[in-house]
C-alpha cells in the first residue's frame, strides 16, 4: 500500500494574504516534508472580532493569485461553503472523509495555539489530528509544554533539520511537531492600516494579491 500524501492545513482568514503566510508555509513544507499545503480561508472565524474586512470570495481569490504557480500550494473552500462558525476540528473532520489518501497536519503559530483551550472540542483535536506549531516573533515555542495537558506531552516532538526520512516513515500516531521556522513579522493588520492610509504595501504581499486590491478597491474604507 503507498504511504498517504502528507498534507499541511494552514487555515485563516487570509485578510489579507501576505509573504508571513506563504514563508511559514515554505518554511515548515521543507521542515515536515509535507507533500501539500491545503490554505484553508474561513467563513466566520470564531475568534475575530469583527471576523474580517474583505469579503470571503474576495479572500479566496487573494489567496488563489498569491499560490498561483505552487503546485505544492492548494486552496479549499471547505469553510467558505459551510454555513455557520469556521471551527478548526469541523474542517479536518471533513477533510479526512475527502481525502482518506492524505494524513492532514494542522499548521498553526505558538502565539494562536496558546489559546487552543479555547477552541471548540480542543481535546478531540490534539489527540486525533497531528499539529505543527511554528515559531512566532515576540513568542516562545517553549510555551506548547504549558498548554498541552500532561497526558499528551509525550507527543510533542521538536523538530530539527536533517529529520526528513524520520519524519515521513513515523509516528503513525498524532504528534504535536515544534518547528522553529524563519517567519517573517507581518500583519495583516498592519497592511490595511496602510492600504488605509494611501502608504505603499510593496514587499509585503505578492504582487498579483496587490494588484487584486488596487483593482477592487479593498480596505479602502
Known sequence: ???????????G???PIHLGHLRAA???????????????????PPHKHPPSVASSEDRYRMVEAAIAGASYFEVSRAELEREGKSYT???LAVLSRERPDSKPFCIIGIDAFKDIRTWKHW???LTDYSFVVH????HALAAAHE????SLRPRLLDVTSGERRRLREG???PAIYLVSALTLNVSSTVIRALLRQGASIRYLVPEPVAAYITENRLYKD
Open 1 to 11: 500500500m503507498s504511504a498517504k500524501e502528507r498534507l499541511g492545513v494552514l487555515g
Open 13 to 15: 482568514t487570509f485578510d
Open 26 to 44: 515554505e518554511t515548515i513544507r521543507e521542515a515536515m516534508a509535507l507533500d501539500r499545503i491545503l490554505f484553508v480561508p474561513a467563513r466566520v
Open 89 to 91: 476540528v469541523d474542517t
Open 123 to 125: 481535546e478531540t483535536l
Open 135 to 138: 515559531g512566532r516573533p515576540g
Open 147 to 150: 498548554v498541552v495537558p500532561a
Open 171 to 173: 509516528p503513525d500516531e
